[in-house]
């Protein structure tokens, strides 16, 4: 017994000496960003805790917007600031066009040859351009506009019959996460809803429901869409590997290094955002023309570069049309008035609570369902 405990401790002195010499060396090789030192074996996987975005944002005020870490022996790069997201996902694009591979994500796509994990190869680009121009394109999403509708008018019946038993609880992921966000934002602050409501009255009227085509006339609702996703985006660390030695910020960043893209983060830098905290849909609204053309990086709840969400437009048209059809026919409130808004675990970035409505019907009659 002696001896094996004597042999395990000189294996532990190995594997800690030998991952110490490697850390040492291949920070001489190359100018990593800062970061902390690494435990041996499980490197910085302790300091990410259950929510990576927010461990990251509290470790770039001590390290910097860039910082070096590692998952286990994979190296970590993590991004805070817009100009190095900028870096990865406009100036060296190409370097960073892979995303990294793991069990899960081969399991999801069965092998890896999929769309969403493959390699950028060039069956992988002509797979994107396939899926953006037959699946995700105007003509697709006009298409199939009528079902999109059908589910709707189903959600808004089943909401109408929830507000006659008064209980209503929300549930969530991905755009049904953005579209309880959003609910929980507008319970929470009752004169953002309000101005909504006023919107809708003005363009659609009491007497119908609201339709894709009215959305082009309700800036305010997508000012209020754009600011949900600021401030929670579905899915709030983009991924991505370098396939080929870069830089970020004049860092190195070797081939093969994961790179996480904190848009919590950056989403809340106050050099991009006044009050970055604040729920303000009106920011959107006094954006000068210019900006707005822009594509500006401090916004990129979709990602970006090649590898960003080729299913927007999709995702906006059915946020967008659903979220004006909550609006217009309910009020909506909890009971002592305000949401907890604490974030949960999960792959998508849910709600830790859910939320227990009491939607109140507001308009009278209430629009036909069945057209």
């Not at 999929?114 to 994107?128: E, L, V």
């Not at 809708?200 to 429901?209: A, E, I, N, P, W």
């Not at 019907?361 to 057209?371: A, D, Q, W």
Request: charged residues 20%; aromatic residues 8%.
């Amino acid at each position: 017994m002696e001896d094996l405990t004597f042999y395990l401790l000189l294996l532990t002195i190995w594997l800690a000496s030998t991952l110490l010499i490697r850390h040492l060396t291949s920070n001489r090789r190359h100018r990593l960003p800062p970061g902390p030192l690494p435990i041996p074996l499980i490197g910085h996987l302790p300091l990410l805790g259950t929510l990576p975005h927010l461990s990251l944002h509290r470790l770039s005020a001590y390290y910097g917007p860039v910082i070096s870490l590692r998952l286990g022996s994979s190296p970590l790069i993590a991004v805070n600031s817009t100009s190095a997201a900028c870096e990865v996902f406009k100036t060296h694009d190409i370097a960073f066009s892979d995303r990294p591979r793991s069990y899960a994500s081969l399991r999801y796509s069965y092998g890896g040859p999929g769309f969403a994990f493959g390699p950028s190869t060039p069956y992988w680009r002509f797979m994107k351009k396939l899926c953006v121009s037959e699946l995700l394109g105007s003509r697709t999403l006009d298409a199939l506009r009528p079902i999109r509708r059908q589910e709707r008018l189903r959600l808004v019946a089943t909401l109408n019959e929830a507000a006659a038993r008064g209980v209503f609880t929300a549930g969530s992921d991905t755009t049904a996460t953005l579209l309880e966000w959003a609910l929980a934002e507008l319970i929470n602050n009752p004169s953002i809803q309000y101005k909504a409501q006023q919107e809708l009255d003005s363009v659609v009227g009491k007497h119908r429901l609201v339709e894709e085509s009215d959305v082009p006339n309700l800036p305010y609702l997508q000012s209020i869409a754009k600011e949900t996703l600021r401030l929670h985006s579905p899915v709030p660390i983009s991924h991505r590997i370098a396939t080929r030695d870069a830089k970020i910020l004049d860092y190195d960043v070797p081939a093969g290094t994961i790179i996480f893209i904190n848009l919590w983060s950056i989403h809340r830098d106050p050099d991009n955002w006044v009050d970055p905290f604040e729920f303000k849909p009106e920011r959107f609204e006094d954006m000068a023309l210019e900006e707005k053309q822009k594509n500006l990086l401090h916004y990129a709840p979709f990602g970006g570069g090649r590898r960003g969400c080729p299913g927007m437009t999709l995702g906006l048209d059915v946020v967008h049309v659903t979220l004006a059809s909550l609006v217009q026919c309910f009020e909506w409130g909890v009971d002592g008035g305000k949401v907890d808004m604490k974030e949960g675990m999960g792959l998508t970035s849910p709600r830790k609570n859910p939320i227990v409505c009491m939607p109140r019907v507001r308009l009278n009659p209430f629009p036909t369902l069945h057209e």
